[in-house]
């Protein structure tokens, strides 16, 4: 019976070896014999080996570092004051601190008796116990009723305290780094739908730009104006404005169109599609950073397709830009080509009338007939007139400054017709008063001449009067009288 207990107590041994505990001094017969001093000895050194020896706090291991643990873990508490594992003890203070510290809503310190060394220490033992599954290793008198509390014991007890809590605290951390993954992940998510959902709204703004910008024909602009559509330019357009001018007004109101929307809605595209970079920028950041697969967006939404769609946007903004611009230059060029057509046609109509007036010759009857003839002329090129000053406001409308296809300005040909306008009223005038004083001398031609001579004569030499003045006696009178009949007649 000895030899299979020795046996048994070799083989634990043996096992006990094997964890790397080196035992002296100790062999199967002395605990089969209860040798309690070597026997006592084994324990503590299982109990140094296996609970105290892996402990470890800030480098410092076993003792130092479990009493520095409780060092650490008490320190908030002012009257628990650890400096070893005997005096430091022995009011349940302590072990109720850590308790506290680690579960508050196990015992709630602050309310406890301070000077209750056997409650508060009993107190402790039997939280541990029910709810932290540390067995009552030590009485309350072990602690309590003793000058000083045997040293392994206590810190048997207490290295109990350190894997329990230990143990919690591991649990803990794995606890809140599942919590964070879990944040982490909940962040992902939203952060990916806001993407897709920002992304899929801008594209779809885009796409819906360039859709109706295809359908704009700037080369079929429609002309008469519609007093149903809004104008985004403070002009009035009437009726009687030309096609082009109307035409050069709706492709101006494009090209402001266009220019609030590069300040407006265009920059308002810009923030959003950088920010959409960033976001998508941080959502890899933190799938990389725990080390998870890479996002990618659903067919359409990805970074490639937005720079895609906006390689597309900047083209066509050129496209509408050279387009506009074309247009109102090709406009313009109507409406200089329509002044100029009107200038140099009424300008050459001028200068033919004034050569007929000058070549005028014959008889005065035949020269009557002719004049008459070129009169009736003046009233369709004043209309002419008309027409080439509309040009010309339209011209000025249009911002036309220059036009290579004409040298005559509206102020040139107004002064012309009316140096025109006066020549043939002159010259009628003056062969009427031909014909009157031939038909009341019947002079001849040569007679009135050399009347005509004489009377520039006299008028160079005649006394001033006044209309209602008699002069100095009454031959001034008649003088007078006789210079007016002479300016009807001769003009």
Not at 454 to 463: A, I, N, V
């Given at each position: 019976?000895?030899?299979?207990?020795?046996?048994?107590?070799?083989k634990a041994l043996?096992?006990?070896?094997?964890?790397?505990?080196k035992?002296?001094?100790?062999g199967?017969?002395?605990i089969?014999?209860?040798?309690?001093?070597?026997?006592?000895?084994m324990?503590?050194t299982?109990?140094?080996?296996?609970?105290?020896?892996?402990?470890?706090?800030?480098?410092?291991?076993?003792?130092?570092?479990?009493?520095?643990?409780?060092?650490?873990?008490?320190?908030?508490?002012?009257?628990v004051n650890v400096?070893d594992?005997t005096?430091?003890?022995?009011?349940?203070?302590?072990?109720?601190?850590l308790?506290?510290?680690?579960?508050?809503?196990?015992?709630?310190?602050?309310?406890?008796?301070?000077?209750?060394?056997?409650?508060?220490?009993?107190?402790a033992?039997?939280?541990a116990?029910?709810?932290?599954?540390i067995?009552q290793?030590?009485?309350?008198?072990?602690?309590?009723?003793?000058?000083?509390?045997?040293?392994?014991?206590?810190?048997?007890?207490?290295?109990?305290?350190?894997?329990?809590?230990?143990?919690?605290d591991q649990?803990?951390?794995?606890?809140?780094?599942?919590e964070?993954?879990?944040?982490?992940?909940?962040?992902?998510?939203?952060?990916k739908?806001?993407y897709?959902?920002?992304?899929?709204?801008?594209?779809a703004?885009?796409?819906?730009?360039l859709g109706?910008?295809?359908?704009?024909?700037?080369?079929?602009?429609?002309?008469?104006p519609?007093?149903?559509?809004?104008?985004s330019?403070?002009?009035?357009?009437?009726?009687?404005?030309?096609?082009?001018l109307?035409?050069?007004y709706a492709l101006?109101?494009?090209?402001?169109?266009?220019a609030k929307?590069?300040?407006t809605?265009?920059?308002?595209?810009?923030q959003?599609?950088?920010?959409?970079?960033?976001?998508?920028?941080?959502?890899?950041?933190?799938?990389?950073?725990?080390?998870?697969?890479?996002?990618?967006?659903?067919d359409g939404?990805?970074?490639?397709?937005?720079t895609?769609?906006?390689?597309?946007?900047?083209?066509?903004?050129?496209?509408?830009?050279?387009?506009i611009?074309a247009?109102?230059?090709?406009?313009?060029?109507?409406?200089?080509h329509?002044?100029?057509?009107?200038?140099?046609?009424?300008?050459?109509n001028l200068r033919?009338?004034?050569?007929e007036?000058?070549?005028?010759?014959?008889?005065?009857?035949?020269?009557?007939v002719?004049?008459?003839m070129?009169?009736?002329?003046?009233?369709?090129?004043?209309d002419?007139?008309?027409?080439?000053?509309?040009?010309?406001?339209e011209?000025r409308s249009?911002?036309i400054?220059?036009?290579?296809?004409?040298?005559?300005?509206?102020?040139?040909?107004?002064?012309e017709?009316?140096l025109?306008?006066?020549?043939?009223?002159?010259?009628?005038?003056?062969?009427?008063?031909?014909i009157?004083s031939?038909?009341?001398?019947?002079?001849?031609?040569?007679?009135?001449?050399q009347?005509?001579s004489?009377?520039?004569?006299?008028?160079?030499?005649?006394?001033q009067?006044?209309?209602?003045?008699?002069?100095?006696?009454?031959?001034?009178?008649?003088?007078?009288d006789?210079?007016t009949w002479?300016?009807?007649?001769f003009v």
């Open positions: 019976m000895r030899v299979q207990k020795a046996e048994n107590v070799n043996d096992f006990i070896n094997s964890r790397g505990v035992l002296t001094n100790i199967p017969e002395d089969v014999d209860g040798n309690m001093k070597l026997i006592l000895g324990i503590w299982l109990i140094l080996r296996f609970t105290i020896a892996d402990i470890s706090e800030e480098g410092l291991s076993a003792k130092e570092g479990l009493l520095l643990w409780c060092q650490r873990k008490t320190e908030p508490y002012d009257e400096q594992f005096f430091s003890w022995k009011d349940g203070l302590a072990l109720c601190a308790i506290h510290r680690h579960r508050p809503d196990l015992i709630d310190y602050h309310s406890l008796n301070k000077t209750d060394r056997h409650g508060n220490t009993q107190l033992f039997d939280v116990e029910q709810h932290l599954g067995p290793l030590l009485e309350v008198a072990d602690l309590c009723d003793v000058e000083k509390p045997d040293e392994r014991s206590v810190m048997t007890y207490v290295a109990s305290y350190f894997h329990a809590f230990s143990s919690m649990a803990e951390t794995v606890s809140r780094r599942v964070k993954f879990a944040e982490l992940m909940q962040s992902v998510w939203l952060s739908n806001e897709e959902l920002r992304m899929r709204k801008l594209l703004e885009i796409h819906s730009t109706s910008w295809s359908e704009t024909d700037f080369t079929s602009i429609p002309t008469s519609d007093p149903e559509a809004p104008s330019s403070s002009r009035a357009v009437t009726p009687s404005q030309s096609g082009p109307r035409t050069y101006k109101d494009h090209a402001a169109d266009f929307y590069k300040q809605r265009k920059r308002g595209w810009v959003e599609k950088s920010d959409l970079a960033m976001l998508y920028s941080n959502i890899q950041t933190k799938l990389k950073t725990y080390g998870l697969r890479e996002y990618i967006p659903p939404l990805t970074p490639t397709d937005m895609m769609e906006w390689s597309r946007l900047l083209y066509a903004e050129a496209q509408r830009f050279r387009a611009n247009q109102i230059r090709d406009i313009k060029e109507v409406l200089r329509k002044y100029a057509t009107i200038a140099n046609d009424l300008e050459r033919d009338i004034t050569a007036i000058s070549a005028l010759d014959g008889p005065l009857e035949d020269q009557q002719a004049i008459k070129i009169e009736s002329r003046l009233s369709p090129l004043r002419v007139l008309t027409r080439l000053e509309t040009a010309d406001d011209c249009a911002n400054e220059e036009n290579e296809y004409t040298i005559f300005t509206r102020e040139d040909l107004q002064f017709y009316g025109v306008e006066s020549a043939v009223i002159k010259k009628l005038k003056f062969i009427d008063n031909q009157v031939r038909n009341m001398s019947n002079l001849t031609p040569a007679q009135l001449e009347f005509e004489t009377f520039h004569y006299l008028k160079s030499t005649m006394p009067v006044t209309v209602n003045g008699t002069g100095a006696n009454g031959e001034a009178a008649q003088a007078y006789f210079e002479l300016d009807g007649v």
